[in-house]
């Protein structure tokens, strides 16, 4: 059981390696100094406060976004949809947050919980579909993303504003924005977030393991035969996982929404936070630890290849094509984990 | 001596267990060669050795003499040495024909010659008194049928030497009877059989000699005129096995369970159970015989909940539990032991400890306001595997770790435990070793003593037999006749099994 243990450890980390070691070839053939390159990535998350600040405030969505397809996984669904989910969540904690005035022990809790319920809604739609009608859910959460980008777009263009680009700000007290972490780190866009997504990670965790809820869910994902026979509605538990996938990922947009921007502006495209929060779930082995530990990896390198072009010179398309790699030597872990237990077997 | 194939002293490890040590298997032309061994006792592996599957880390194998090096099953089949699998590999909507050709098509200029392979097949089957039609769709024909086009398969790769594994499983009576004389019609044209078994009526009537493993290690290879069964099972066992189920005579009291004029459908929406009638009572075991398929399934589903019934009656104790929820079926008092443990019985990925708990999670002591008392439910799951004699080595073990026996010892512990007022078995003890079948059905028998009522569904006519007070037989979804086992036998029951009628089977 712990060398099991160990292995689930070991199989990302080699992973992660594997990733950089790759990313390094390419630097290498593209005659950049890998060293410097990864220097200025490290810089770049870690170099001084600022920069630090800005790694945590990327951290963030991640944690949520990573929550939301790992809780998914764990009932044995795939949600492909955190995309969309975080894309109704921003929007609603917007909108509480500008039109509504209140004190803000009312207005901030208030505004995270209309995220949560907007992105538990878009949960809500596959989960039902599924559980009645069989369609598969990463149908109906892929066509979801699109109408969640084109129905925001619309409603910040013409209900949150004047036909303007974006909403006004989010009143001050439905703000999650620090003075306090601001002053600390140099201004950057560092917020109270952080602690509600760590939060969020212990609730998971506790659902999971912890409760009877978790039991179900879990024991559905596994086995959907045994769980009817052990009188389980196989039905409710699907609406249900899905339901708490979307109001983490409906939560990663209130992130955004009130402590990164303040406000909402029309966007052109995805934003990615969702699934990129598919590759965190994946790193992370859908535990809720894993999920924290594989976030803090992607913020690093989103917000530390920022750095890479002013300070080693590296384009940004090599270091997309670097974080690339590392997801993909992620996704292939299924190949590392062959290569250990044949090593195993030699040795004996 | 003249040996086809001879495995010597071969030894095979897994990462953590040795599955074969030091086992010797020598078949000689023209015998049927037994291979007995309780499950997990390695035979599979040893067979897989053989058919190129696993190499092995000691030992050799000679075909004919020479040594071979069996890297791959296209080798094993080029010496030769065919396998009649247990799960049949057949293409359902092609026909007989077309399967065994798969792989090896005769072609003229690209064009499968079907015509041809046709009577080639056809050939084959009355060469060997198969009876089989070689025209006909594999949908279309019976489970006997299919096995023999699986045999067929092997004779028309050329096989020499045929393994059987575990072939009567899934037969009746008449069916076994039948394979057994093709068995004989096959050695007596030559071919070698190895027949992995653990069913020992069968070995003493049929094999010349029988090899015997336990744990892994070759124990001993005897002549079986020279031996009984009780021999060979205490040498597959490793200790005296009673063979006697002992039970006093049933006590049956007021009706427990009572259907009337149930009609199932499956859930391709063919109707199934057509109008079953069928009485349990406190302290009696009825067995339900009957070949798979005639409804046996969905009879049990329609009263565990798991499925829903068109028309009909289910009463367990004057209540009516029809079209209930299989929680509230399981609450009205019924426990069930799923036929198919790996699908219903168990969550495989959960550990031991939860899966015990799987009916009663959601009750006190093991939760509380929905939170999990883990201490709770490893107490109760250690008590229930000490009890029950479950072999694991801790309560965290993940269900699929253990071995068939000891995973259906842990679903009969957490059925039993609830003490429910109707038992459920279906198929209780399918696929297990002798010690394992022993002592599941004494537990039967001890809930019957302690004024339950006992369903038991097999296939296995032994065991229904053995434990069953009274017998009702299904066939084509209807219970046909209802016989005591002290007034019938195998042969009346298999005819009644097949259809025909209780009159005229000789009956009583």
Same mark, same amino acid.
């Given at each position: 059981?712990n060398?099991n243990?160990?292995?689930?450890i070991?199989?990302p980390?080699?992973?992660v ?7 390094a070839?390419i ?5 950049y ?8 990535l490290?810089?770049g998350?870690?170099?001084d ?5 800005e ?13 939301a397809v ?5 009932t044995g669904?795939f949600?492909?949809?955190?995309e969309?989910?975080v894309i109704?969540g921003?929007?609603a904690?917007?909108?509480v947050?500008?039109?509504i005035?209140a ?9 995270i /919980? $209309?995220? !949560?319920? *907007? #992105? ?5 739609i ?8 069989? +369609?598969h859910?990463?149908?109906i959460?892929i ?5 969640a ?5 619309a409603?910040?263009r ?11 700000d989010?009143?001050?007290?439905a703000?999650l ?6 002053n600390?780190t140099?201004?950057?866009?560092m917020?109270y977030?952080?602690?509600i997504?760590?939060?969020a990670?212990?609730?998971?965790w ?7 809820i ?8 596994f086995?959907?035969h045994?769980?009817?026979y052990a ?5 409710r538990n699907?609406i249900?996982?899905m339901? /708490? $996938?979307? !109001?983490? *990922? #409906?939560?990663a947009?209130?992130m955004?929404?009130l402590?990164t921007?303040?406000y909402m502006? +029309?966007?052109?495209?995805?934003n990615?936070?969702?699934f990129d929060?598919i590759a965190v ?10 999920v924290?530990?594989?976030a803090?990896?992607?913020g690093t390198?989103?917000v530390?290849a ?5 300070e080693?010179?590296v384009?940004t398309?090599l270091?997309?094509i670097i ?19 044949r090593f195993k077997?030699?040795?004996? | 001596?003249d040996y086809v ?6 030894r095979k ?5 040795v599955?074969?040590d030091?086992v010797t298997?020598?078949?000689?032309k023209?015998?049927i ?5 309780e499950?997990?006792a390695?035979k ?8 190129g599957?696993?190499a092995?880390?000691k ?6 003499g ?12 080029e010496?030769?040495?065919?396998m009649?699998?247990q799960?049949f590999m057949l293409?359902e909507?092609f026909?007989?024909t077309?399967n ?5 098509e005769?072609?003229?200029?690209g064009?499968?010659n ?6 080639e097949?056809?050939?084959?089957s ?8 070689a ?12 096995q023999r086009v699986?045999i067929?398969?092997t004779?028309?790769?050329g096989?020499?030497v045929?393994?059987f594994?575990?072939?009567t499983a899934v037969?009746?009576?008449?069916e ?5 004389q093709i ?21 003493m009537?049929?094999?010349?000699r ?7 290690r070759?124990?001993d290879?005897?002549?079986?005129a020279?031996?009984s069964?009780t ?8 200790r005296?096995?009673?063979?006697e189920?002992?039970?006093r005579p049933?006590e049956p009291?007021e009706?427990?369970?009572?259907v009337?004029?149930l009609?199932v459908k499956?859930s391709r ?5 057509k109008?079953?009638n069928l009485e349990?009572r ?5 067995g339900?015989?009957?070949?798979d ?5 969905e009879l049990i589903?329609a ?9 009909g009656n289910?009463?367990?104790r004057?209540?009516?539990i029809?079209n ?5 079926v399981?609450e009205s ?10 699908k219903y019985?168990?969550?495989l990925d959960y550990?031991i400890?939860e899966n ?7 009750k ?5 306001y929905k939170?999990?008392?883990k201490?709770e439910?490893y107490k109760k799951?250690?008590?229930l595997?000490e009890?029950?004699?479950v072999?694991t080595?801790s309560a965290?073990?993940k ?12 679903i009969?512990?957490?059925e039993?435990?609830r003490?429910?007022d109707l ?11 002798v ?7 004494k ?5 019957r ?5 006992v ?8 065991e229904?037999?053995d ?7 299904m ?5 046909v006749?209802?016989?005591?086992p002290d007034e019938?036998d195998?042969n009346e029951l298999?005819?009644l ?5 209780k009159?005229k089977?000789?009956g009583?």
């Amino acid at each position: 059981m712990n060398s099991n243990r160990l292995f689930n450890i070991l199989v990302p980390l080699i992973s992660v390696l594997i990733g950089l070691f790759a990313g390094a070839l390419i630097m290498l053939g593209f005659g950049y100094n890998p060293i410097t390159g990864y220097v200025a990535l490290w810089n770049g998350a870690f170099g001084d406060l600022y920069y630090f600040g800005e790694t945590i405030r990327q951290v963030t969505p991640y944690i949520l976004t990573g929550l939301a397809v790992a809780f998914a996984f764990r009932t044995g669904l795939f949600n492909i949809g955190a995309e969309g989910q975080v894309i109704v969540g921003w929007l609603a904690a917007v909108w509480v947050g500008t039109t509504i005035e209140a004190p803000m022990y009312i207005h901030l809790p208030l505004a995270i /919980i $209309a995220a !949560a319920a *907007a #992105g538990a809604l878009w949960g809500f739609i596959p989960g039902l579909l599924k559980a009645t009608r069989g +369609v598969h859910e990463v149908i109906i959460t892929i066509m979801l993303n699109y109408t969640a980008l084109y129905s925001a777009n619309a409603i910040v263009r013409n209900v949150l504003s004047d036909n303007e680009d974006k909403t006004p700000d989010v009143a001050a007290t439905a703000s999650l924005a620090s003075e306090w972490f601001q002053n600390m780190t140099f201004f950057s866009r560092m917020h109270y977030g952080i602690f509600i997504a760590l939060f969020a990670a212990v609730i998971m965790w506790f659902l999971i393991e912890r409760t009877t809820i978790g039991y179900e869910l879990k024991s559905v994902g596994f086995n959907q035969h045994a769980s009817k026979y052990a009188g389980m509605s196989v039905k409710r538990n699907i609406i249900l996982s899905m339901v /708490i $996938a979307g !109001a983490f *990922a #409906g939560m990663a947009g209130s992130m955004e929404g009130l402590g990164t921007f303040g406000y909402m502006s +029309v966007q052109s495209g995805f934003n990615n936070l969702g699934f990129d929060g598919i590759a965190v779930a994946l790193l992370g082995a859908n535990t809720a630890l894993g999920v924290v530990l594989a976030a803090l990896l992607f913020g690093t390198l989103k917000v530390g290849a920022l750095n890479m072009p002013t300070e080693a010179g590296v384009p940004t398309e090599l270091v997309d094509i670097i974080i690339a790699l590392i997801i993909f030597f992620v996704a292939s872990s299924y190949i590392i984990r062959w290569v250990i237990l044949r090593f195993k077997k030699e040795e004996k | 001596m003249d040996y086809v194939v001879e495995m010597l002293n071969i030894r095979k490890e897994f990462p953590g267990v040795v599955a074969n040590d030091n086992v010797t298997l020598q078949l000689k032309k023209g015998e049927i060669h037994a291979l007995l061994g309780e499950n997990g006792a390695g035979k599979s592996t040893l067979m897989n050795v053989l058919f190129g599957l696993y190499a092995p880390e000691k030992g050799q194998i000679r075909v004919n003499g020479e040594e071979a090096k069996i890297t791959d099953p296209n080798v094993a089949n080029e010496l030769g040495i065919g396998m009649v699998h247990q799960h049949f590999m057949l293409v359902e909507p092609f026909t007989v024909t077309q399967n065994i050709i798969l792989g090896s098509e005769p072609t003229t200029f690209g064009k499968i010659n079907l015509r041809k392979a046709e009577q080639e097949v056809q050939a084959l089957s009355d060469r060997y008194g198969l009876k089989v039609d070689a025209t006909a769709r594999i949908r279309d024909i019976s489970v006997g049928m299919q096995q023999r086009v699986e045999i067929l398969k092997t004779l028309y790769r050329g096989a020499e030497v045929l393994i059987f594994d575990e072939p009567t499983a899934v037969l009746t009576p008449q069916e076994i009877t039948e394979l057994m004389q093709i068995m004989n019609a096959l050695t007596d044209e030559g071919k070698s059989i190895i027949l992995i078994t653990h069913k020992l009526k069968e070995i003493m009537e049929i094999s010349e000699r029988c090899t015997v493993i336990r744990k892994g290690r070759g124990i001993d290879t005897v002549n079986v005129a020279d031996t009984s069964v009780t021999e060979l099972a205490s040498l597959m066992v490793g200790r005296d096995v009673s063979f006697e189920v002992e039970k006093r005579p049933s006590e049956p009291e007021e009706t427990v369970l009572k259907v009337r004029d149930l009609v199932v459908k499956d859930s391709r929406k063919v109707e199934m159970v057509k109008g079953m009638n069928l009485e349990v009572r406190a302290g009696e075991i009825v067995g339900v015989a009957g070949v798979d398929g005639n409804g046996q399934s969905e009879l049990i589903e329609a009263i565990t909940g798991l499925q829903k019934s068109e028309s009909g009656n289910i009463l367990v104790r004057d209540k009516e539990i029809t079209n209930l929820s299989p929680r509230k079926v399981t609450e009205s008092g019924i426990g069930h032991i799923p036929q198919d443990r790996h699908k219903y019985g168990l969550v495989l990925d959960y550990t031991i400890g939860e899966n015990m708990v799987l009916q009663t999670y959601y009750k006190k002591p093991y939760s509380k306001y929905k939170i999990l008392n883990k201490k709770e439910i490893y107490k109760k799951a250690n008590a229930l595997i000490e009890e029950y004699d479950v072999r694991t080595p801790s309560a965290y073990t993940k269900a699929s770790a253990l071995s068939g026996g000891n995973q259906q010892k842990a679903i009969i512990g957490r059925e039993v435990d609830r003490s429910p007022d109707l038992l459920i078995a279906a198929q209780p003890t399918r696929g297990l070793d002798v010690g394992a079948i022993e002592f599941i059905h004494k537990r039967l028998i001890e809930e019957r003593d302690k004024g339950k009522a006992v369903l038991l569904i097999s296939f296995e006519l032994d065991e229904i037999l053995d434990v069953s007070d009274r017998i009702a037989v299904m066939f084509d979804g209807k219970n046909v006749a209802e016989v005591k086992p002290d007034e019938t036998d195998e042969n009346e029951l298999g005819l009644l099994m097949a259809g025909s009628k209780k009159e005229k089977a000789g009956g009583k």
